[in-house]
């Protein structure tokens, strides 16, 4: 069933279009199944010539988990594919109804891939910091997806973007962080790191552990979303985002109109 079901989400994918909610194939609470059509729906992905360059957190708050059903922080894979530059632009048909989150992005200069990680090994192994956005686009159409949902859609993941403003893990206090998020010059909503788990890092701590556990583990080189620090944003096609997080700089993207 959860191939038959990934199969699904990749030609949803493929076709930029939705498909209706899958959880009542699992039941609203197998987690385990879910995970397991992850592993297969990133599995095509790398099947087709996709690179694995990163992983990622969610529902990170408890605002969110209580959205989609779980009481727990989710987690899925990022790839090539999904970078889009500083300033760039996604095309019109590689999204349907996109949403915007702020996030703080973790560069890994160390792997991390082994039992009994400690927060200190967590923090000794990021090469650098910066601001980032992720751009959320399920695949369940209209928005409908639950936790069971969005966990076997890799989360949602769609696209990223990661600010040239970086920095090193002492010289910026990701717990303290503000963000605000504009869209077309206009302010929309604000976050903090302490939204994030209390801390992105204890975020990227929790990740660290559970990809050891689901046999991905976090490696030298790997982009890591670390969470929301604030509102899932809807946009639309023709507008530009940017988020500022306060001495951390900011990042920017646009949506093209066709």
Request: glycine share 10%; with cysteine; charged share 20%.
């Amino acid at each position: 069933m959860s191939q038959d079901v990934a199969n699904q989400l990749w030609n949803a994918l493929q076709a930029n279009e939705g498909i209706a909610p899958i959880r009542s194939q699992f039941g609203e609470n197998d987690l385990e199944a879910a995970y397991e059509t992850q592993r297969a729906f990133n599995q095509l992905r790398l099947d087709n010539g996709q690179e694995l360059v990163g992983r990622k957190a969610g529902f990170t708050n408890p605002t969110a988990q209580g959205m989609m059903g779980v009481d727990v922080p989710v987690h899925g894979l990022l790839f090539d594919v999904m970078d889009v530059p500083h300033r760039g632009e996604i095309p019109a048909n590689q999204v349907t109804a996109p949403k915007i989150e702020a996030e703080i992005a973790f560069i890994m200069g160390a792997d991390l891939d082994f039992d009994g990680l400690t927060l200190t090994d967590v923090m000794r192994a990021v090469d650098y910091v910066a601001p980032a956005i992720e751009i959320v686009n399920t695949r369940i159409a209209n928005w409908e997806g639950k936790g069971v949902d969005m966990i076997c859609d890799n989360i949602g993941a769609s696209h990223y973007t990661i600010g040239h403003n970086v920095k090193l893990l002492d010289q910026f206090d990701v717990s303290d962080a503000k963000a605000d998020i504009l869209v077309n010059g206009t302010s929309v909503g604000q976050g903090a790191g302490a939204n994030v788990l209390g801390s992105p890092l204890n975020s990227l701590y929790w990740l660290a552990k559970e990809m050891v556990k689901s046999g991905t583990p976090i490696a030298e080189g790997d982009v890591i979303l670390s969470g929301s620090l604030g509102p899932m944003v809807p946009v639309n096609k023709g507008d530009t985002v940017e988020v500022h997080i306060e001495g951390a700089g900011m990042v920017s993207v646009s949506f093209a109109a066709e």
